[in-house]
């Protein structure tokens, strides 16, 4: 089985723009997690999607958002863009079935840098 | 909010010896523990998992335990090898009101295996 892929792997954007990252689970999962990762505040759950709703959130601004397709791919997007936003952003997929209780398979991560 | 947080930043060892590795939790009701393992530029893979209604969890050269008591959670490498040199994370969910999951993870021990 094909693990999670990210794309793009890197990614470097300039304050005050936009920015959409996509992440393909594993075949057959229909949760799928997105985290952030910096060397300050370590890895940050941001939401969680299954069957394409959002099931859980953690404590982000609403600059942070993101969607789920019918094929469970995923995309996350950030808008208006800030030095801070720059980080390793994780997906993870699971299957969803038993709800905060299960292996989640991560991704190797999309790294944005804002300048 | 409550936070999860590693005893040592740093551990080195040699080859062959035994690995511990240490995590105190805040959240009491937290239900769920996971141990991740993230080598340089890759996302976290998924070591060893426990429930609250379990003290001790046996893997492959992994053993994780859970005291409840003092709410602390350890995870033990036999037999350290060369291949384990990575970052270990401790991860805690807590179902809240509603029944969303919020995963929290610690900062992260970063071991080191001499050969």
């Known amino acids: 089985k094909a693990g999670v892929t990210q794309t793009p792997r890197y990614l470097i954007k300039t304050r005050g723009q936009q920015v959409t990252l996509s992440c393909s689970p594993i075949?057959?999962?229909?949760?799928v997690s997105w985290y952030q990762q910096t060397p300050g505040q370590g890895l940050q759950f941001l939401f969680e999607?299954?069957?394409?709703?959002?099931?859980n959130k953690g404590n982000f601004p609403g600059r942070f958002s993101g969607r789920q397709f019918s094929n469970s791919r995923s995309e996350m997007n950030v808008s208006t863009l800030e030095l801070g936003d720059s980080a390793l952003y994780l997906c993870?997929?699971?299957?969803?079935?038993?709800?905060?209780?299960?292996?989640?398979?991560f991704g190797p991560g999309t790294r944005l840098l804002v300048l | 909010g409550e936070s999860v947080g590693l005893h040592l930043p740093t551990l080195s060892v040699q080859e062959g010896d035994n690995s511990i590795i240490n995590c105190a939790y805040s959240n009491s009701a937290s239900d769920y523990f996971i141990w991740y393992k993230q080598e340089s530029g890759k996302g976290p893979q998924f070591i060893i998992d426990i429930r609250s209604n379990m003290d001790k969890r046996q893997g492959q050269r992994v053993t994780v335990l859970l005291n409840k008591t003092v709410k602390h959670l350890s995870l033990q490498i036999a037999a350290t090898q060369p291949g384990d040199s990575a970052v270990y994370f401790c991860a805690e969910n807590m179902e809240e009101t509603g029944g969303s999951y919020i995963p929290t993870f610690g900062r992260g021990t970063s071991l080191i295996v001499h050969p």
């Open positions: 075949s057959g999962h229909r949760s």
């Open positions: 993870a997929s699971s299957s969803g079935q038993i709800h905060g209780q299960e292996t989640q398979y």
């Open positions: 999607y299954f069957s394409e709703t959002q099931r």
